[in-house]
């Protein structure tokens, strides 16, 4: 399995995305801080970073008796530079603005 294979099969989970949002919002928690308030168990959350780790989305260090997790957004960016980037960021930024558009102004006339 390739680098991207890694990235993409990390990222198809909900529950590793998940974790990937708490690790951006506040980089270096414990094991302990990413499982507050998840409905899922201590052992789900190590599975799912050690899965996070094995494709290099997820880094750690000890300090002292505890294991802090941070975010490596490097291998998600170059997949964007490499998929996205040649598909010209700007038209499809219009199209996904003219689609928004449209998806609410259908609302607007639901409402009516």
């Not at 599975?47 to 505890?66: C, F, M, P, Y």
């Amino acid at each position: 399995m390739n680098d991207d294979d890694a990235v993409f099969r990390a990222l198809a989970d909900g529950s590793r995305r998940l974790l990937l949002d708490r690790l951006h919002e506040k980089s270096g928690q414990t094991l302990g801080e990413l499982c507050h308030g998840l409905d899922m168990t201590r052992q789900a959350v190590a599975k799912h970073l050690a899965i996070l780790t094995d494709a290099n989305l997820v880094s750690w260090k000890r300090q002292g008796r505890e294991k802090l997790h941070f975010i490596n957004a490097v291998p998600i960016n170059e997949i964007a530079e490499r998929w996205i980037g040649k598909f010209e960021r700007t038209r499809l930024s219009a199209l996904a603005g003219l689609k928004k558009e449209l998806e609410a102004g259908g609302r607007d006339n639901d409402s009516e």
